[in-house]
């Protein structure tokens, strides 16, 4: 027992590490938060460190096989960690702008990340339910948080029942499976799975709502309807987290349920994820192009590139997993520095979330319009930036499985894409300012964000080291 | 036999009583025939001879669950008649999608999947076999780590619930009692002296 719990050490360090906060934050009742936000940073670096310290190079199971530890499962616990802790970083500055500051986000925030790393490293139906619970319950209320915005409790209230929605599918589908072949953790599944001679159509009826509930969560069409609304509503350093980790725990939970779990059914759910992956990839581009609020806009072009990272899945090789995971470890990036952005374009009582507060950012500040015209570029898949290796790498998997009108449908819809991309471009470039004020943020904010803008222009020259370790997680 | 009859009696009791949750017109009768159908639905966990989840069924759910319910319906004053809204224009609608569902599951799950013959029957055990006992080892051996993370999924439903009804301390000014018992008499009264004016 005893060498199990050495796999579980972040974990378990990271949620004792989050009581402890939580104590602090009950205990000391000063307004300031500077103490709890630096402590959270913290637990995430400590955390981050024992990560890498104790990465596997191996797979093994502990917890009676409720638990995994794999190379895949530490790389994607790393980037989530790394990634938060960028995000508490952009938040930081926000809410004390903003007056919304308190401790509850950031204990909160941890418990998520507490939550997406249970996600990815699980084994079992009922270990992925319980993290999947954990994360979107912590998220539920932060959206929320706000309590005086109408917008954000609208938008907290629909996340709340869509999602309560997405976790019944999800456990009705899981209850099916394990009524059907008996077993719960995910190798003795696959074991059922692989002995199965011919259609056995429960096991199917089973996996249709565990598709429907993976869907759910990661936004494709049509089971999309929360993702503008909850980008839009809620305060922009929560859209600004639940868009960039929370889809790498998502991407975690599809590969888990549906490679670890259920590679036998690979037929059955390859249909199901191209009719995803072609949806979402259409709605998410054509209706993102009619949108002026920014992070709406967003939020469409999430739907969109989920439908990418579907792409990735759906070939249906360790070469195509190890493509999506590239995919969305970089895309959470880019989708980080755009909110990034409207987080430092917005100022005290003012949010900078039209399309028209980018207007003539070029004049206002030639650096951060720069930095914008990187991540838009990287969007819309743009050499050499690191959005295009990213949709490069699925499109040449599909193409290698043979599903050739598939990865045309995708080229086609990236170029519908790069308008809406591009259009931002042209607003911050060749397009008069309609207020002149001068950009206000910290230093660090500053050197933060154009890190993040910089690392895609690096990514993007350098593909091959990050691409190599996304490959070893799945050799 | 006198087993399969007691089974009939209490799932035909289950499934009237849910029927009458969603039918009823006063939300307290609801709830109440939400608690009937809580106690059916134990009486059938027995019958499994799970007498465990059956007293935790009606202890955890009809003793404290419902009892909160029953006061947040009778606290809040729904208006029944405004949430009815609309139920006989979209009636039509609502059956043929239900019709749908049910004939299009039934032809799934009501196939041979679900055969009594496929399915193994229940274990018979002695009379001194304890549920509870075995439930309490696969939870704390087996089952330790989902046990953990539910127990921090409560956690967090604490934290949330907490922090977004708990209001900042009120700012309007209240009377302080503990500081106006301490008040001396110079902290309020101040003498001056004056000279005494002639009229």
Redo the contacts between chains.
Sequence with gaps: MTSELTF?IPEIVL?VLTCII?LVDTIGSSEDKSFIYWLSQSTLIVTVVLLVFLCPDSTTHA??M??VSDPMGAILKIFICAYTSVVFFYSYDYLKEHELI?G?YF??GL?AV?GMM?MVSAY?L??IY??L??LS??L??MV??N?DSQSATEAAMKYFVLGALASGMLLYGISMLY??SGAIDLASLSAYISQQTGNN??LI?GLVFVVVGIAFKLGAVPFHMWVPDVYQGAPTSVTLFIGSAPKIAAFGMAIRLLVDGMEGLVDSWQGMLIILAVLSMAAGNIIAISQTNIKRMLAYSTIAHIGFLLLGIISGSQSGYAGSMFYVLTYALMSMGAFGMVILLGRKGYEADTLDDFKGLAVRSPWFAFIMLILMFSMAGVPPLVGFWGKWFVIKEIIAMGHISLAAIAVLFSVIGAYYYLRIVKLMYFDKADQMTAIKAGQGMRFVLSINGLALLALGFMPGMLMALCLGAFA | MIEQIVFYCFAAMLIFSAGMVVSMRNPVVSVLFLVLSFFSCAAIWLLLQAEFLAIVLILVYVGAVMVLFLFVVMMLDINMTVLREGFVKFLPVGIGVAVLMLISMGL??G?S??DIAAVASVAQHDPGYSNTKELGLALY??????FE??G??L???I??AI??TMRKPRTHKTPKPEKQVSVKRKDRVRLVKMKAEKE
Excluded: C, D
Aim: aromatic share 14%.
């Design positions: 579980l949620f939580l917890m009676s409720n638990f308190r509850e204990v909160l418990f507490l249970v079992s009922l270990t319980l993290g619970e954990l319950l912590s539920y209320a929320a948080m309590r009524g059907v159509i429960l009826f | 799934i799950v196939s999947q679900f051996t087996n089952y330790l780590y989902p993370i539910a921090i999924i956690l967090v439903a934290i949330a922090s977004l």
